[in-house]
Structures are given as C-alpha cells and as structure tokens.
C-alpha cells in the first residue's frame, strides 16, 4: 500500500520531486527523464509511468532556469523515438503469439486490444495520436510491430509523433507552468492530461464496438 500511495503521490506531485531531485544530484536529472520516458515508450509492460505531466513539469522548470530547454527537448525526442523504436521491435518479435497471452500484472489485455482496435481503424496516424493518450501510447508501437507495420513508415510517424509530444507538451509548460493559477491547480491539471484522454479512449473504442456489432450483425 505505502508504493501504491507514494507512486500517486509522485503523479501528483511531480513538480516538487523533479525539483528536489535537480536541487540534490544536478545534471542526473536528465539521466532520470531519459530513463523514465524511454521506458514508458519502450517496455509495455509499464503503461502507468507520468510522461504528460512530467514533460509539462520539465518545461515548467526549463522556464524558470531550473532546467536547459533545448538540452530537455533533444534528450526526451531521443527517448521518446527510441522506446518506440524498442517497443516496435518487442511487437514484431512476438507478433501474432501476443493475441494470445491472458491479463496478468505485466500485461493489460484489454488496454492491448483497444490499441489495435484504435490501430487497425486509423493506421500510421495512431501512432502520432497515441502519443497524446496515456497507456495507448506504450502499446501502439507493439500494436504496429505486431500488425508487421512497414519499418519505414512506422519511423516517419515515430518521429513525427515523438517531436509534436515532447516539443509541444514541454513548451507549453515552458510558457505557461509558472503562471500562478497553473502552479496553484496543477495537481487538478495532471488528472486532466490523464483522464480527457482516456475519456477520448473508451469512446472510441465504445464506437468501434458498436460498429463492429452493427457489421457483425
């Protein structure tokens, strides 16, 4: 239970971790956010990892010199495009064997299945899109590998993807993180970059079913 609390707790509070972390070990910080944002891209069985608040927060820092812009910028694209690129090839490794496997602590079946439902619906643009949407975003690049995507076409949209969600989310946050009314409701904030998405999820997904029912039917 004490994890449980502290990792929500982190969520929350994102802003005042990564501060203490940059006060007491320096430039490891960047190391830290690497690590954090290649791993939530990249292994797919860590979906739950804060990468929207988190790059809202750096820029926050960056704004007020806490933090280098264009150094946090380059290192988390690198990391961003990299997990994908990593998560691609775990799909393709796997492939068709993963339509199989049964929820379990390191797998969300479910998550797995409106990933492709989302993937097979709006191809290569999902992996942009995905980018936007938490625990979407850890599976449709292992949705991609999975569905064999051409390796070409899937590092155009990696790219693409990594660069409008690491740039814009951290310039946003750039801008506006030190804004009184966002640094008094950030944690409202953060619950907002994870549950609208989510809510844009299960609607789409709620929609696919129905027209798969109505195809079906």
Known sequence: MELISFFFDFILHVDKYLESFVQNYGPWVYALLFLVIFVETGVVVMP??????L??????MCGVG???YPLSVGLLFAAAVLGNQSNYHIGRYFGPKVFQWED?????????DQAHSFYERYGGVTI???RFMPFLRTFA???AGVAQMNRARFV?????????????????????????FVKAHLDKIIWAMIFIPGLVILLGAWKARRVQAKLSG
């Open 48 to 53: 739950f990892l804060p990468g929207d608040s």
């Open 66 to 68: 806490l933090m280098s």
């Open 141 to 143: 690049p292992f949705v």
């Open 156 to 180: 155009f949209y990696d790219v693409t993807g990594g660069a409008l969600w690491v740039g814009g989310i951290i310039t946003v946050g750039y801008f506006f993180g030190d804004l009184p």
């Open 55 to 60: 790059l809202f927060v750096v820029g926050a």
């Open 128 to 130: 942009v899109a995905a």
């Open 104 to 112: 379990s602590r390191f797998f969300n079946k479910r998550a797995f």
